[in-house]
């Protein structure tokens, strides 16, 4: 059963930064898309930053010239280095991946359990 670990939230204050990474557990072929979703309290869940494997990245507008998206895709890993943060970027940050098992299988897309980030004001 593979599962998305994720790695580096936690409390920093306004202004600070923080990196965050994922990766999956288990064996696996290759990882194509990844990318990082966020969900504040009260909120639904959206997308903040994705990443093809050959590296073409899309973001959320509110994030643009502050958080950078990254990936290794030799070790499957995808980052964020969030910078300037800003109290309303406070949420639970959800890791998120379309995975293969095999070169002609088909993708399947994981979750991670979330981390959380608060940014103090």
């Known amino acids: 059963q593979v599962q998305l670990v994720e790695s580096g939230g936690g409390l920093v204050p306004t202004g600070g930064s923080l990196t965050l990474s994922c990766v999956p557990s288990?064996?696996?072929?290759?990882?194509?898309?990844m990318g990082w979703y966020r969900q504040a309290p009260g909120k639904e869940r959206d997308l903040v930053a994705t990443?093809?494997?050959?590296?073409?990245?899309n973001y959320k507008d509110s994030v643009k010239g502050r958080f950078a998206i990254s990936r290794d895709n030799a070790k499957n890993t995808v980052y964020l280095q969030m910078n300037s943060l800003k109290p309303e970027d406070t949420a639970v940050y959800y890791c998120n991946a379309d995975i293969r098992f095999s070169s002609s299988g088909p993708l399947r897309t994981y979750w991670g359990q979330g981390t959380q980030v608060t940014v103090s004001s």
């Open positions: 990443i093809t494997r050959g590296g073409n990245t």
């Open positions: 288990g064996n696996i072929f290759r990882t194509n898309t």
